[in-house]
């Protein structure tokens, strides 16, 4: 089918070959959350991966995870931060972003201590993910090491 054409009442444009962006691997319980972050992030060209705070916690205890970014919502944060030697950014290998539904000065410091790259506060408008994940991978990126915490 030729560029343009009308296909089931939608305008066919042809295939756009997605480049892959980078593999982000997130974390959190709100499924419409999740399907939502998915939706984006693969729009953009991201490979997304999903687990719980059960799945997180062993993938955290290997030497490196297979993801450029990890996103975690701050119930599954709660959960694995609370286990001993909890700075995820060190153990992960790559950034953390964490999305809280507010910021207090308790959450931030924890957040900190557990190696957080970056807190977003709830709700999340417009591109800010999109950028702040880009942004977080290009500098770890560039860096050559982890991101300092927050």
């Known amino acids: 089918m030729a560029g ?3 296909l089931g009442g939608y305008r066919w444009l042809g295939k756009k070959k997605m480049s892959h962006a980078g593999t982000v691997l997130i ?3 709100d499924g419409t959350l999740a399907d939502s972050l998915r939706f984006s992030l693969e729009l953009e060209g991201y490979e997304t991966r999903f687990c719980d705070e059960q799945g997180l916690s062993p993938l955290l205890r290997t030497t490196h995870l297979e993801s450029t970014c990890l996103v975690l919502d701050q119930d599954v944060f ?9 700075e995820l950014a060190g153990r992960s290998g790559v950034p953390v972003i964490l999305m809280v539904s507010q910021k207090t000065e308790r959450l931030l410091a924890k957040a900190r201590s557990g190696g957080v ?3 977003l506060e709830k709700p999340i408008l417009g591109g800010l993910m999109l950028e702040t994940i880009r942004q977080v991978i290009e500098t770890n990126e560039s860096s050559g090491a982890n991101l300092r915490p927050l």
């Open 4 to 6: 343009g054409e009308l």
């Open 27 to 29: 974390a959190v319980r």
């Open 78 to 86: 709660s959960r694995v931060a609370g286990a001993r030697d909890s």
């Open 117 to 119: 790259t970056r807190v």
